[in-house]
């Protein structure tokens, strides 16, 4: 094993070396590079993802205001969008962590696909705000048929509230 020369006299690098054995070093590292693997994992990567197709997302349905996707434990409204305060063309999307776990990725692009369809008609007509409305503007870049997933998600933690293949304006007030 080669020592690091330290500042200090020789014995005192003998004494470093003797006390970190090869079985506490290999433990260290490991320590070190599973935390690592675990951090790489959490929220900040959902984050990555979830703010990637918002950028891909916003430049399809022509948006050139700035939306940051913020992952939080608790969001009543389980995903949301509202303009930054004090910052006219910044918008925030706020995912609650365990619905964001819940979705699958088709399922995620659909919600920031409707999510983009509010900032849209805020930038447009603010005054026209309606799910309906944010769901016309999302069937531009997904799926009709890609809402309805998303629906029976929002049903199953809420309850049931509506039919949309029934009544495609009557959705869940859980997306906003």
Not at 48 to 73: A, F, H, K, T, W
Not at 131 to 146: D, F, G, Q
């Given at each position: ?78 995903v949301s969008v ?19 776990e819940e979705l ?73």
């Amino acid at each position: 094993m080669a020592l690091v020369r330290f500042p200090y006299q020789a014995s005192t690098n003998l004494t470093i070396a003797r006390s970190f054995s090869p079985a506490w070093l290999s433990l260290a590292i490991c320590a070190v590079v599973s935390s690592q693997l675990v951090r790489a994992e959490a929220p900040h990567a959902d984050r990555e993802l979830v703010q990637q197709m918002v950028d891909n997302s916003r430049v399809r349905l022509s948006i050139p205001q700035e939306v940051r996707v913020s992952i939080v434990p608790v969001n009543p409204l389980m995903v949301s969008v509202e303009r930054q305060p004090g910052q006219d063309n910044v918008f925030l999307l706020s995912f609650e962590q365990s619905f964001l776990e819940e979705l699958t990725e088709d399922e995620i692009r659909t919600v920031v696909a409707h999510e983009l369809g509010h900032v849209w008609i805020f930038t447009h007509h603010p005054y026209l705000q309606t799910e309906r409305l944010a769901n016309e503007i999302a069937t531009r870049i997904v799926a009709r048929e890609s809402l309805e997933p998303v629906y029976d998600t929002v049903r199953k933690r809420v309850g049931t509230l509506g039919d949309l293949a029934r009544n495609p304006g009557g959705t869940p007030a859980a997306l906003h």
